[in-house]
């Protein structure tokens, strides 16, 4: 299916010389091979990071052959990772790979048609922009945004545009996980009453690199570019590496971790964002300079804006001094809980016949199941269920770039998630219960316009 003007303009011109072509005696198969050349979708790589090349760049692999996708160039604004990414991926691809000193020179790169972006947490919104202002379709890394104004410009830009955008919420492309939103969605779980969310670590180098920050000169990369819309500060090589330990480049713990599993309780329930949020914690176990707590509990109420007396519940807890990093997700009715670790629908804590009789009330005792097969391979560990969710999610946004249907996290996801993401920074930076203005797309915390 034609995807762009350019892509029907190519089609037309290869059809007419195929006729040409066959009248001279060329082949079938030499005729295929020029076919795809033609129709191959080009791809480029908005910052060479870790993310990409351990998750992104495996995944791609394992489809790009056979959905006729290429990688053609990388931008990074650090000429060491910029030279990394550009070897790289010539000796995995076997062809040259055009390195961007930074994303204009990306964007004038000729007949490119999509990006991955895996920059830094503040910076994806704004580069999800770039990409679309540049006819580009996008895998963008999560969390989406780090402000309400990015969210809420990127949102515009993607909506306006028609462009295929994935968010890196690849849960969403879990089986195990579509399972459970169809069990939900089904009204056999009965009213979500209460979920846990829960994602620990003991790893003192967890966001830390520095023995990459030893080599980190500000003359070998553009830290003015680095900041966007941010507020100037003088070079610091611990905040372009270790962004994640510092506030505003990124929220640590809600942006990292909350988000991908945030992200499950607004596609299963249809909310969109919590009423409320309130948090504590602190920096109690590293102090090694961070910024961002170490050691996060966000309390969330979710429910209708016009209706109190429903609604559920969401704890997350997060904390990097103890903790083996397996995240729980465990979703509870009246009737028992539905564990995503677990993979399975239980009656535990469900109404027993003892104390629904004392009441006169019917038990209420959820049947055991699995959600999904037990020869499914499920993993929990960190990024959001390991690398069988990313290859999935990065293949659908494949599909999508040629079909032109939405792809299992579109950027309402995204932006969705957000709100929850800085509703939480808010609460924790202020003290106070931070909230959602519909009418202004704001979040607010003690009356105000939560900003950074």
Not at 203 to 208: D, E, L, M
Request: glycine share 8%; charged share 25%.
């Amino acid at each position: 299916m034609p995807y762009s003007r350019r892509n029907f303009i190519k089609h037309t011109a290869i059809a007419a010389a195929g006729t040409v072509l066959a009248s001279n005696g060329v082949s079938a198969k030499s005729y295929a091979r020029i076919m795809g050349a033609n129709d191959r979708v080009r791809l480029g790589v908005v910052g060479f990071s870790d993310r990409f090349r351990s998750a992104h760049f495996p995944s791609y692999l394992q489809h790009y052959e056979e959905l006729n996708f290429d990688i053609v160039a990388v931008s990074d604004i650090w000429k060491l990772r910029r030279e990394e990414g550009q070897q790289f991926l010539k000796e995995k691809l076997g062809h040259d790979i055009i390195a961007c000193r930074n994303n204009d020179e990306l964007y004038r790169v000729k007949n490119l048609d999509g990006v991955f972006i895996s920059t830094a947490d503040f910076q994806h919104a704004l580069h999800t922009v770039e990409a679309i202002n540049a006819n580009c379709d996008v895998y963008c890394e999560k969390p989406f945004a780090e402000t309400m104004a990015d969210a809420r410009l990127a949102l515009k830009t993607v909506k306006a545009s028609g462009k295929i955008v994935q968010i890196g919420s690849q849960r969403r492309s879990g089986v195990n996980y579509r399972a459970a939103e169809n069990f939900i969605k089904s009204g056999k779980f009965g009213d979500i009453k209460m979920v846990e969310l829960t994602w620990n670590v003991n790893q003192p180098g967890r966001w830390r690199r520095p023995a990459l920050v030893a080599k980190c000169k500000e003359e070998d990369l553009d830290w003015k570019r680095f900041l966007l819309n941010r507020p100037y500060e003088n070079f610091d090589p611990r905040k372009y590496l270790e962004y994640r330990l510092f506030w505003p480049y990124s929220s640590g713990q809600p942006g990292q971790w909350m988000s991908h599993q945030i992200d499950t309780v607004h596609w299963y329930t249809g909310y969109n964002h919590p009423r409320s949020v309130v948090a504590n914690g602190g920096i109690y176990q590293w102090k090694d300079g961070r910024r961002n707590w170490d050691t996060t509990t966000a309390v969330f109420d979710y429910g209708p804006q016009d209706d109190a007396g429903k609604g559920f519940q969401v704890v997350f807890m997060s904390r990097m001094s103890n903790g083996e990093e397996i995240p729980q997700e465990i979703y509870y009715s009246n009737g028992g809980e539905l564990n995503l670790n677990t993979n399975k629908i239980s009656g535990n804590g469900g109404l027993t016949e003892q104390f629904a009789k004392e009441m006169n009330m019917q038990v209420n005792i959820l049947p055991g199941m699995d959600l999904v097969d037990r020869t499914v391979k499920i993993d929990a560990s960190a990024n959001a269920g390991g690398d069988e969710y990313t290859s999935a999610h990065v293949r659908n946004w494949m599909e999508c770039i040629r079909t032109r249907k939405q792809p299992n996290a579109p950027v309402e996801a995204g932006y969705y998630h957000s709100i929850a993401n800085i509703m939480t920074n808010a609460a924790v930076r202020t003290g106070a219960r931070a909230t959602f203005d519909e009418a202004t797309q704001e979040v607010m915390a003690n009356g105000k316009v939560f900003q950074y």
